[in-house]
């Protein structure tokens, strides 16, 4: 992905964006768009998460990863009320859903980031191919089904990709 020239964090977080970019070490990363049927993915995960006894629940919530690192997942979920704008806070369960225009490397990189930062639960959605993935040490694992066994939660792939 294209980046621009450095810019702070503050200025990063203060400036109004057509479509927000992450930032990374001072540099602007941009990011590929979805489809509509990424979107309507987005929303089905969201409304599962709420479901189950998410209390906050976000697309597209850019999350401050590192002290100069920001990351944008496609879906988070926090199992408490979070009222900051750009939490710091690692979400219980992010969710990535694979873009025209991504790469496997670039994506398992974010996930990658995303489990050093703390996130218990690491998704990856394939949208053309309709496949699931958990991420786990390293590794994309495909799985019929998303669980958060703390909420006694699960996700099928026919639940989520039914009439898209």
Not at 99 to 105: L, Q, R, T
Not at 131 to 153: I, N, T
Request: cysteine-free.
């Amino acid at each position: 992905m294209a980046t621009k020239a450095a810019i702070s964090l503050e200025e990063h977080l203060r400036t109004p964006y057509e479509r927000e970019p992450e930032y990374v070490d001072g540099m602007l990363e941009e990011r590929p768009f979805g489809t509509i049927k990424h979107g309507e993915l987005q929303s089905r995960i969201a409304a599962a998460l709420r479901r189950v006894g998410f209390r906050t629940v976000g697309s597209e919530i850019t999350i401050l990863i590192a002290p100069a690192k920001t990351r944008i997942p496609a879906v988070i979920a926090y199992v408490e009320k979070r009222r900051e704008a750009h939490p710091s806070v690692p979400p219980f369960v992010a969710v990535e859903i694979f873009s025209p225009g991504d790469s496997v490397d670039r994506v398992s990189n974010k996930l990658e980031e995303y489990a050093q930062f703390g996130v218990r639960h690491l998704w990856l959605v394939a949208p053309e191919t309709e496949k699931l993935f958990v991420y786990s040490v390293g590794v994309l694992v495909p799985v019929d089904e998303f669980q958060v066994p703390e909420l006694d939660a699960i996700f099928t792939a026919r639940e989520l990709f039914d009439d898209l």
